[in-house]
């Protein structure tokens, strides 16, 4: 493997201004994530708050008892129970396979941060996977792309879910899910890796009841060796430890949304526009009926002191949300405002790594964090991370296109140049001159026609634009040998797009993991976390 560091524009503008530090920025954070002082200034805030460190470590140590482990996983959990760590903390939604490689980017930046951190710092660092489990948005993690016949395809695991249930209670149906996977692999191609593969996705699925189950294992099994903890906001385990959390939260309702509104209002006056979508009576919380397993999103209305779920299926007094919060936390899940909060009560979060769209929502929470009396941890952007294949390279280096460019805007430009170049202008010439004149032409048999044989006039309109029909279908026809005749060279252009740019996408968005290990193997995962990374904005390009 070779590494080439590139800066490269974000799709995200704010998050490229954040990387790069631009001034108006800077206030809108508690901490500056390229500043090595404001990690150390982070360690000693951190020392003045009280974790329920025990009880953290022994739930994560039970949880994780049901997935692939290792003498690295055992020191971190004790890790954890020391008063003088520390955690680098980052989640994602449990995406079949593990979804875009996004996940596995953000995996890998927890892991390496926290290495680095700890070296830095000199003091225990422990990193933490966040499984977004209580989402309930089914249709973001039931797929991933596969190429076929040289197009990319959505392929969905063929189970259906028609009711809003968090994703930690989807369960899997095993023979469902081992034929997809089969296929899946199927598609990437027959290599000396795809047996094993194979039979490490069979284990998974064996040892798995629901998709965070599956996702989990896959994850542990890849990163244990890195002493990667992980834990699913969606477990009732986990709701246990956040009881007095959620209190707090009911408590500041009215609060939490008024200062979100507040300071989306400021970000709009210096021209940003707001990430979170809220309204005056959001109570930032959901409730999970466990009759109907839907996930209902509350309102509260502070003149009768009720929360209510959309269009008033359930309703609760202020002092019954508080009894839930007490005695049946599993009930309540937090929303994109109160999942951050809710995570730094738990961990003492040396730093939060985050994609481009979290990094704007966080802008808008800071004096949320401040009416708890908290801070926001420094947010680092994760790793973005593009892998090229040798054919690829080779592809790039034949047709002599530019690695920034392709990452940037893909090969479409470049495709159609070349097709310029080797395209016969003369035929076109020809084309709009047929039909300027067969246009002018018919004109002048329609003046005829309407003084002779009025009635014939749609049939004559009709007969000009079937033959203007013909004639475009001659001229796509040449414009289809062209491409045949340069297919090659084409699929090319087509190829590097689809690795590097699909659909106009980063590659991390729409490519899986699975397609890279059956290309290079399990251990590809341990190469690929050995490599020199900068936590510095850079785009960072792996070549295998």
Not at 130 to 150: L, R, S
Not at 245 to 251: A, G, H, L
Not at 396 to 415: C, F, I, P, Y
Request: proline share 3%.
């Amino acid at each position: 493997m070779e590494m080439v560091n590139l800066f490269l524009p974000s799709t995200n503008q704010f998050a490229t201004d954040y990387s790069t530090g631009n001034s108006f920025i800077r206030p809108l954070f508690h901490y500056q994530f390229q500043e090595t002082a404001s990690y150390q200034e982070r360690v000693k805030d951190l020392e003045n708050i009280s974790f329920k460190r025990e009880e953290l470590a022994d739930y994560i140590g039970e949880y994780m008892s049901n997935f692939p482990s290792s003498n690295e996983v055992v020191a971190s959990i004790s890790k954890l129970r020391n008063p003088d760590s520390v955690v680098v903390i980052g989640g994602q939604q449990a995406g079949i396979l593990t979804g875009p490689l996004y996940s596995i980017h953000k995996i890998l930046s927890i892991i390496l941060f926290a290495k680095k951190q700890e070296a830095e710092l000199s003091v225990p660092v422990v990193p933490v996977f966040w499984i977004a489990g209580e989402d309930h948005d089914y249709d973001e993690v039931n797929h991933i792309f596969v190429e076929k016949e040289n197009q990319l395809e959505k392929s969905i695991y063929p189970e259906k879910v028609l009711d809003k249930r968090m994703v930690s209670h989807i369960e899997i149906k095993k023979d469902v899910l081992k034929n997809w996977v089969i296929d899946i692999i199927s598609s990437y191609g027959e290599t000396e890796h795809t047996k094993s593969l194979l039979q490490f996705a069979d284990a998974a699925i064996e040892n798995s009841v629901t998709f965070v189950d599956f996702f989990a294992h896959i994850t542990m099994s890849l990163f244990k060796e890195y002493g990667l903890l992980i834990v699913d906001s969606g477990d009732k385990g986990l709701r246990k430890l956040e009881k007095e959390y959620f209190i707090n939260q009911i408590k500041s309702t009215k609060e939490i949304t008024e200062k979100v509104k507040k300071k989306q209002q400021e970000l709009e006056g210096i021209g940003m526009s707001q990430t979170i979508v809220i309204n005056d009576s959001c109570a930032n919380l959901f409730y999970y009926d466990e009759v109907s397993h839907e996930r209902i999103l509350l309102d509260y209305i502070p003149e009768q002191k009720q929360f209510v779920g959309a269009s008033g299926s359930i309703s609760f007094s202020y002092d019954e949300m508080l009894e839930i919060a007490s005695e049946f936390p599993e009930r309540l899940s937090n929303n994109v405002v109160t999942r951050p909060l809710m995570q730094e009560c738990l961990f003492p979060t040396l730093a939060f790594i985050a994609g481009p769209g979290e990094i704007a929502y966080w802008a808008e929470l800071k004096e949320v964090f401040e009416h708890f009396d908290m801070k926001m941890p420094p947010i680092v952007p994760r790793l973005n991370i593009s892998l090229i294949e040798r054919n690829v390279s080779s592809d790039m280096e034949e047709l002599g296109l530019k690695l920034e460019d392709v990452l940037t805007a893909g090969t479409g430009k470049q495709k159609e140049l070349f097709l310029d170049t080797n395209r016969d202008s003369s035929f076109q010439a020809l084309f709009a001159q047929t039909k300027d004149q067969l246009v002018k032409n018919y004109l002048e048999i329609e003046k005829k026609t309407e003084q002779h044989y009025k009635g014939m006039l749609p049939l004559l309109k009709k007969n000009e634009s079937l033959l203007l029909k013909q004639i475009d279908f001659m001229e796509n026809r040449l414009e289809l040998a062209l491409l045949q005749k340069h297919e090659v060279v084409i699929e090319k252009y087509n190829r590097i797009e689809r690795r590097l740019k699909p659909s106009g996408s980063p590659q991390e968005r729409i490519w899986n993991l699975f397609y890279f290990l059956n290309q290079y193997g399990l251990s590809f995962i341990d190469e690929l976390i050995t490599q020199s990374y900068l936590f510095d904005g850079s785009h960072q390009v792996v070549k295998l």
